[in-house]
T-cell receptor, first 112, second 116 residues
Framework: QKEVEQDPGPLSVPEGAIVSLNCTYSNSAFQYFMWYRQYSRKGPELLMYTYSSGNKEDGRFTAQVDKSSKYISLFIRDSQPSDSATYLCAMRYTGGGNKLTFGTGTQLKVEL | DAGVIQSPRHEVTEMGQEVTLRCKPISGHDYLFWYRQTMMRGLELLIYFNNNVPIDDSGMPEDRFSAKMPNASFSTLKIQPSEPRDSAVYFC??????????????FGPGTRLTVL
């Protein structure tokens, strides 16, 4: 079993929809949680990060962490075609250097 | 800064040949990571360096893979001999440096490797 599980999709939604992307993890040592966005044929880029349970907002994006359930989510409001990409969750241990463990990514397509 | 630079961008080779992938990290970053990405397995960490020293190579699939970082501005990932199952996109990423977010890794554009 992988340390981080993520539904690969693909997920297709109409423009303006609310999107929910999720990851589960098995190791309670993970303390820092990130979402990376990867456009086709590009490298991933950091979208959001958080280190505590609860919600963190940044514009149309909300990251949610539930450490008790080992579950993290990324919500995208008013989704746009430019949001079409693969979204990867990533996690880090405290004291683990800068090493990240990534989910496999969820491919999202927002259609006009 | 130009970001992380990788070369070549595309590589097509025949089984059994040696392949060398190159990476120049962002100046001032003290961590360098090599990843492999496939549809089936996602993004896998192969090896990472801190201050040019290999810290964790547990992700290197087998002895055919080797990586070096002779100085702070250059790293190589070598596959010898290559096999068709090595076909993937290989990413280099760097992070760290003063004032940086430790968990923000900056990725290069990747090298798309095809082994025939």
């Amino acid at each position: 079993q992988k340390e981080v599980e993520q539904d690969p999709g693909p997920l297709s939604v109409p423009e303006g929809a609310i999107v929910s992307l999720n990851c589960t993890y098995s190791n309670s040592a993970f303390q820092y949680f990130m979402w990376y966005r990867q456009y086709s044929r590009k490298g991933p880029e950091l979208l959001m990060y958080t280190y505590s349970s609860g919600n963190k907002e940044d514009g149309r994006f909300t990251a949610q962490v539930d450490k008790s359930s080992k579950y993290i989510s990324l919500f995208i409001r008013d989704s746009q075609p430019s949001d079409s990409a693969t979204y990867l969750c990533a996690m880090r241990y405290t004291g683990g250097g800068n090493k990240l463990t990534f989910g496999t990514g969820t491919q999202l397509k927002v259609e006009l | 800064d130009a970001g992380v630079i990788q070369s070549p961008r595309h590589e097509v080779t025949e089984m059994g040949q040696e392949v060398t992938l190159r990476c120049k990290p962002i100046s001032g970053h003290d961590y360098l990571f090599w990843y492999r990405q496939t549809m089936m397995r996602g993004l896998e960490l192969l090896i990472y360096f801190n201050n040019n020293v290999p810290i964790d190579d547990s992700g290197m699939p087998e002895d055919r893979f080797s990586a070096k970082m002779p100085n702070a501005s250059f790293s190589t990932l070598k596959i010898q001999p290559s096999e068709p199952r090595d076909s993937a996109v290989y990413f280099c990423a760097s992070s760290g440096g003063a004032g940086g977010i430790s968990h923000e890794q900056f990725f290069g554009p990747g090298t798309r490797l095809t082994v025939l």
